[in-house]
Every structure is written in C-alpha cells, then in structure tokens.
C-alpha cells in the first residue's frame, strides 16, 4: 500500500476541514456559473461525494478548495448532458472551465462572496431573513451556530433559510453587486452580516476550535472591498476599522494547545501592527467622514474607537477604561441591546470597581433579555471573585460552562470554576 495515501479516518477529516473552509467560496462561484443557489448547492453536494469517495484512495489534492470546484462544474457537466440539454448552461460551464484551467485564481474587486452577500440582502427579504441567509451561505455556519449567535430556535433559523431561497428563485434576484441608491438600500444588512461573520471566527459558537481565522479573514477582506466600492460611507470604514483592530489579536488569542487566552492575558507583543495601523487609518477616515457630513459616529465606529483604546495600551494595566467606559455609554445610548450593557458592565467595573458592575449585571439578569447566554454568567462569575465571593462564582462558571457549546471555551470555563475536564 502506498503510504503517501491517506486512510479513510484522515481522507475524512481532510474533506471536512475542506467542506467547512471552501463551501461559502464554492457556492457562491457556482451560483455565478448556474444562476440559481439551490442547485449550485446541489453541485457543491456532489463534489463533496466524490471528495469522500476520491481522496481516500488518490490522496488530498494540493489545493483542496480548487478541486471541488472543478469537480462540482464537471457534474454540472454530467448533469446536463444527462437532462439533454445542452444549452446555453453547458457553454457557460465550459467557459468557466477553460478559463479556471489557463489562469491563476485571482478574485476580482467585485468577488462571489460580496455578490453572494448582496444577493442575500436584497429587499424582498426581511432583516432576519437577510441575516441568516446570507450567514449560512458566506459565513458557512450551520443553522445551530446562526440560532446560538441570534438566541432563536434551530427550527426558526431553518425556516426563514429555505423561504429566503424560495423567495429569491420567485422573485428572480439578480445575482450581482448593485449600484447607486440600491446599494445604500442593502447596505445596512451587509454590515450587519460582515459584522457578525467575523464575529463567529472571532470566537465560534461551537465546535473543538476557540476560533476560526478564516472567517475573520474572509470578513476583513470583504470589508476591505466595500470600503474601496463606498468611500464616502463613513460607517462602511468604521466597520472596516472594527474588524482590522479585532483582527489584530487573532494569534495572541490561543495559547499552546490554542487553548483560550482572554484579552488581560495576551501577549501584546503578538497582535499585528499592520492590521493595527490599517485599523487606525480607516477608524480616522470614518472620523472625518462623520464630521464632514455632519453625522454622529455610527455603532460600528463607536465600537471601533473602543478596539482602538484597547490598542493603544502597551499593557492591559495601562489600558484607558475610563475613555472605554465612556464610549460603550454612548453606544448603549444610542444603539440599546443587552449585549451592549453586559459589556459597560465590564467597563464600568474596571472604572469603579467589581460591585459597580455587579449591579449592572444583575439588572440584566433580572431583565431576562440574556437567558441562556453564558457570557452573562461568566461576566457575573468574574465579577463575584473580584468581590472574593468564591462559591458563588463557582457555580456561576459551571452554569456557563454548560450553555456554552464551544469545547475550547467550556474547558476554559470549567477550569476556572476549578471543575476537571
């Protein structure tokens, strides 16, 4: 037996880790060959089967992502034929073939995923459906993770996915990036999605890894692109801002093992200055950009100036709260949500100490709008052993550890409530 082959235990993790990382890409550019999401999905479902029964035999290709692709158009291929139709389909296949063969992969400004993205966000869809179309097809989380990141049900996310399909087959959505006032009208959305897309790869709802870089990469990158096609859009660079400074953490974020290391215990010497410097570019174009237009800062900007404190403490000892504490109560003035006060909470503990905090926290507690979060029991838990409440915080811990369902964050958790495993 050859021994370069894989068997079928490692050719299985190597077509899942593949499926997991190549899918949005592989969707989106087939969408762009056949028109239609649902049988580009079909297509990517059957590169897939041919993955698992290929490559446990033949070896992992060199470039996973490639090979899918190629396998997925040659079943289009096969599938037309088969059909009897060899039409118009066929030679945009067999176009897109050739050119895939003779040059290099390089995405153009406008790629398939922003296409992808703003097809999902067009305005026959509510928000919600917006969202979780556009999460489950560019951010490629299953309709669990969209359903943890949204505090709805599996079943809920499920439904608003596939009417969103059936509404855009209906209605004919065109699938490219708009211009002029039909851009601004879906440009919220994007945001939002890009938003919560990096969010998930900042730290992912489930699964063994605390994080997955190339869905914070994927959501750097497109904001990068939306920047270049909006410049005079001061929310589109303050969200580029965002993510630039956030993503400048991503190595200091996991220790040996890529066990979590929270923000107080990071290395700085490790977070990126470039992606630091480009943040603080685009957080200053935002800036002026808001000025010149007379507007107040956006949410996105808002909470790009508080990635910038972080920033610009050589040390977490260092760091500004006070500025900090100051920038989330105007982000919780203007922008309300839960998730944005459990985060003054924190602000406002550092400032004025552990029991501040608490009486913040326990507000929310008492609200009910986070049940079943577990950052709200683990912020509370931090809190109760600054106040050397101890057992307290124990159980707190455990109870975040449990609504967790990311094994690298459980394990963080349950070790800090001092329980094994």
């Not at 897109?96 to 966000?121: G, H």
């Amino acid at each position: 037996m050859n021994e370069s082959i894989p068997g079928d235990a490692a050719a299985r993790r190597a077509v899942e880790a593949a499926w997991r990382i190549e899918w949005p890409r592989l969707v989106a550019g087939l969408t762009r060959i056949v028109g239609d999401i649902g049988t580009a999905e079909e297509l990517a479902q059957d590169a897939l089967v041919a993955a698992l029964e290929q490559w446990p035999r033949e070896g992992v290709p060199p470039n996973p992502g490639g090979w899918l692709m190629l396998t997925a158009k040659h079943r289009g291929i096969d599938r037309i034929r088969r059909h009897g139709t060899l039409d118009r389909k066929l030679a945009v296949l067999g176009h897109d073939l050739v050119i895939d063969q003779r040059t290099p992969p390089e995405q153009p400004p406008q790629d398939d995923l922003l296409r992808m993205m703003f097809t999902a966000c067009h305005p026959v869809l509510s928000r919600p459906a917006q969202v979780a179309l556009t999460l489950r097809m560019i951010g490629g989380l299953t309709t669990d993770e969209i359903a943890r990141a949204y505090l709805v049900s599996e079943s809920t996310v499920a439904q608003r996915i596939v009417r969103a399909k059936r509404t855009i087959a209906a209605k004919r959505v065109p699938y490219e990036v708009p211009s002029g006032p039909e851009l601004a009208v879906r440009l919220d959305a994007v945001l939002e999605v890009l938003y919560l897309i990096f969010n998930e790869g900042y730290t992912a709802t489930a699964g063994a890894a605390w994080t997955r870089a190339e869905l914070c990469e994927d959501a750097v990158r497109l904001a990068r692109i939306l920047a270049g096609l909006l410049p005079r859009e001061p929310e589109v660079h303050g969200l580029a801002a965002l993510l630039e400074l956030q993503a400048s953490r991503l190595r200091a974020r996991g220790g040996p093992g890529e066990q979590p290391v929270l923000l107080a215990d990071q290395d700085r010497s490790r977070w990126s200055r470039l992606y630091i410097r480009r943040g603080f570019a685009a957080l200053g174009r935002a800036r002026s950009l808001d000025t010149a237009q007379g507007r107040l800062p956006g949410r996105y900007t808002l909470q790009a100036a508080i990635a910038a404190a972080h920033a610009m403490a050589p040390t977490a000892a260092e760091t500004d709260w006070r500025r900090i504490a100051g920038l989330y109560a105007v982000l919780a003035e203007r922008f309300p949500s839960p998730v944005v006060e459990l985060n003054r909470a924190v602000a406002v503990s550092m400032v004025h100490g552990p029991a501040a905090g608490l009486e913040v926290v326990d507000v929310l507690a008492k609200s009910g709008t986070l049940d079943g979060y577990h950052l709200l029991h683990a912020v509370r838990a931090d809190l109760l052993t600054r106040l050397g409440r101890t057992e307290e915080a124990r159980a707190e811990f455990a109870t975040a550890a449990e609504l967790t369902a990311n094994a690298a964050e459980r394990a963080l958790l349950l070790g800090r409530a001092g329980i094994g495993g």
